[in-house]
């Protein structure tokens, strides 16, 4: 998606990290760049009005339910062994979806 006119900041670099800035999680400095993209570009605008009225309808519909302890747990470790780089073999996780032992392959 693009309105087609030159930007400082890309339209695709703001679209690819659109979740971070609407979740706070990018230097100010970036978000100051991506503000000035919607002002200019209404394109990346509504996308990102789209999005964050999505977040809200999931929060508000999704937010209060309580996550287990044990489910909060196994997530938040799938989340750091893929942020520092390792693959998260697809058999333990369907074996861990289903509540079955993994077995070693030989």
Known sequence: MSCGEPHETDCSEVLDHLYEFLDHEMPDSDCTKFEVHFEECSPC????????????????????????????????????????????????VTAAESGQPTAAKE
């Open 45 to 92: 605008l509504e996308k990102y009005g789209l999005e964050q009225a999505v977040k809200k309808l999931v929060k508000r519909c999704c937010g209060q339910d309580d996550v287990p302890s044990d489910l909060r747990s196994k997530v938040m470790g799938r989340i750091d062994l893929i942020r520092s780089g390792q693959a998260v073999p697809e058999q333990d």
